[in-house]
């Protein structure tokens, strides 16, 4: 597995994976935006309108059809948040050439295809299709709608709005229900000339063409935009903030039988560029990341304290979120002990199975993404969004020096930012 990273044109670049290893190659194209709340749900919108249809494929029935042509191929928007970048746009997935019955290529007609999406979008009177926008729209505002469905990832978004309330990170990858209600052809056509001009693109491509090839097919399918005249690009940063000045207790009540409580640590300045960066994985992992850790075992299921427990690294942001569902009155006694797993590992008790569990389930996690082509763009994306061009493999291999004390040394600088708790209307 080769990995190259080139430049098309200024703002866009090229990230090529070449790879023998599966019988598909995946491609994809995205707008690397500051995630910033006026602008998050016109952003967020833009793909799905994209989708619906090109001048010369109109509708989804002339683009499924294209697709056909291409051994069922798929072309899908995308919306992802990484740190405080919003990542927007096309992901493409189609078999590789060399099984194709007939010999012919498809990697240069679907990499045309993708350009025609992104380049070429079906317009009435000089601006997206009103039919497409609003029903488009309708779906958006339905997804940012439906996320209170999931009481626990429910749980995690508020804790990170309340906790980032004066940072980007706070702002919804989707954006909000006003700012998406408020979009017509015209707001989004204007919004869509200013990407075309300004945002920094990531091209990626895994299969088993040459760079060399792959590069010229997406050259042509892509010209206009590599076209573009050199301007000030829209260039996504992430602020860090090193220390809480006091915790910040918040509490809702809704019709839920289940209390959620997240809790929002930050890490002392500690994020991806840093060199202690794989101590602070492997940190994560002890203390909540994996089902060996000490928020799991005990928690859960020594302590029974909580339905699940867990903790996330958000690797951009410098920040840890702990997830927990628990019994309304446990609140307290759950709260406690979370803090005092954390404590733990600050003074260093922790076991050999431990540290070593951690090791081997993060750095399996990073090399199961060698046999998923999804889960690899991801990671590339996230590496690019941080401006990294770290490999797998030696990203696996600074974890395997990290040791007890360098784990207990991060696990020090983390400070409790943000509590959050939604209990029963009753509770």
Excluded at 66 to 75: N, Q, T
Excluded at 112 to 133: H, S
Excluded at 396 to 425: C, H, I, M, N, P
Aim: some cysteine; charged content about 25%.
């Amino acid at each position: 597995m080769q990995t190259t990273r080139r430049e098309l044109a200024p703002g866009v670049n090229l990230r090529c994976v070449h790879t023998n290893k599966f019988k598909s190659a995946y491609l994809s194209v995205t707008m690397m935006l500051p995630l910033e709340a006026e602008q998050a749900s016109l952003n967020a919108l833009l793909p799905y309108v994209l989708r619906r249809g090109t001048r010369k494929h109109p509708d989804l029935e002339a683009l499924s059809a294209a697709l056909d042509e291409l051994y069922g191929g798929a072309i899908e928007p995308m919306v992802r948040k990484r740190g405080e970048t919003q990542c927007v746009g096309l992901v493409a997935g189609f078999l590789d050439d060399k099984y194709a019955l007939d010999g012919r290529p498809i990697l240069e007609p679907a990499a045309a295809l993708v350009g025609e999406i992104l380049l070429n979008p079906f317009t009435r009177d000089g601006v997206f299709c009103p039919e497409y926008t609003a029903g488009e729209r309708a779906n958006l505002i339905d997804r940012i709608r439906s996320q209170i469905n999931d009481k626990r990832t429910y749980a995690v978004q508020r804790l990170t709005q309340e906790m980032c309330r004066y940072e980007n990170f706070g702002v919804d990858r989707l954006g909000d229900e006003t700012s998406a209600a408020a979009i017509t052809p015209e707001s989004l056509w204007a919004r869509y000339q200013e990407l075309l001009a300004q945002a920094e693109f990531e091209v990626y491509y895994c299969g088993c063409a040459q760079p060399e090839r792959v590069e010229q097919a997406l050259r042509q399918a892509l010209a206009p935009l590599l076209a573009r005249e050199p301007g000030e690009l829209l260039y996504a940063d992430c602020e860090i903030r090193t220390n809480a000045v006091e915790v910040n207790t918040v509490e809702e009540s809704m019709d839920v039988t289940q209390g959620k409580l997240a809790m929002g640590f930050r890490t002392g300045g500690n994020a991806v560029w840093e060199e202690d960066y794989p101590a602070l994985l492997l940190c994560n992992a002890v203390f909540g990341g994996t089902t060996l850790s000490k928020l799991f075992l005990n928690v859960r299921e020594k302590l029974s304290l909580c339905y699940y427990a867990s903790s996330m690294l958000e690797k951009m942001k410098g920040v840890i979120l702990v997830s927990s569902g628990i019994e309304f009155d446990k609140y307290q006694e759950a709260r406690d002990e979370i803090l005092h797993q954390l404590e733990e590992i600050r003074q260093g008790r922790i076991e050999d199975w431990e540290l070593e569990g951690a090791r081997r389930t993060v750095i399996s996690g990073y090399r199961s993404y060698l046999d998923n082509q999804g889960q690899l763009e991801d990671f590339w994306l996230g590496q690019a969004a941080a401006g990294l061009d770290t490999e797998i493999e030696e990203l696996t291999s600074r974890l395997e020096g990290v040791t007890a004390s360098q784990v207990a040394a991060a696990a020090q600088k983390l400070e409790l930012d943000t509590v959050y708790f939604l209990k029963g209307v009753e509770g």
